[in-house]
């Protein structure tokens, strides 16, 4: 069976998220009851989001690449980045890697046209909701991805940073995105929600909303089990 490497850190909480999930998939899956081969290499968050507010993104993509390549000589068979923001740099990591990469947009992509979802509010910390590139990315699958406004960006990376973070869920927090959810079904008539960044899921994990919740680390963990049993 093919290891795992996992380049987390980014931030822990989801990291766990991701060695839980995928620990609990597999052993169902695995016909003797097994866990999963994997290693994680921890990169520092903080160093990576100054790489993207800077927009340093050779940087960025050197500093990336350092982690995935202790994977690579901890015998990974294949990647993930266990976060949505460092995926502004994928293209790059996926052509300098030695073993392959599994994207966390394209999975959850394939679901949204699946869904025939074609218009979506892309949420996350601030630098991923305004990075072009995650933009172009949904464009080129027919998806339409739609931001908050600029102040409800900023509360959205405070609940971010200061609380998920840590382990902190807040039913105020989530009641104050849910009004921006609704303001944006109402007025910008979206048809989804994306949840672009790992630890929203700590947020919405049993919330209904008006619309589709399309949660990426949900998508990203199926198509990594996916890989890992593919003979």
Known sequence: MKKLGILGGMGPES???????????YQKKDKNG??????????????????????????LA???????????????DFAVLA???????FDILRQKAHIPLLS???????????????KAAWLGIRMTMEQERFSV????HGIQTVIPKEEERILIDRIIAQEL??????DSSRAQINQIIGRMITEEHIEGV???????????????????????VKYHIQGILAYMFEE
């Open 83 to 89: 976060a949505n923001t460092p995926h502004a740099v």
């Open 194 to 216: 994306i949840l672009g960044c790992t630890e929203l899921p700590l947020l919405y994990a049993n919330e209904k909303l008006p619309v589709p919740v399309f949660d990426t």
């Open 62 to 76: 050197d500093y990336l690449l350092a982690g995935i390549f202790n994977l690579e000589r901890a015998g990974a």
């Open 15 to 25: 990291t766990l998220l991701y060695y839980k999930e995928i620990a609990s998939a």
């Open 165 to 170: 973070e840590f382990g902190i869920v807040n």
């Open 104 to 118: 966390i947009t394209e999975p959850v992509c394939n679901a949204l046209n699946a869904a025939g979802i074609q």
């Open 137 to 140: 990315l949904f464009a080129e």
């Open 34 to 59: 097994y866990f999963p081969a994997l290693t994680i290499e921890t990169v520092n968050i903080y160093e990576m989001l100054h790489y993207c507010s800077t927009k340093q993104y050779d940087a």
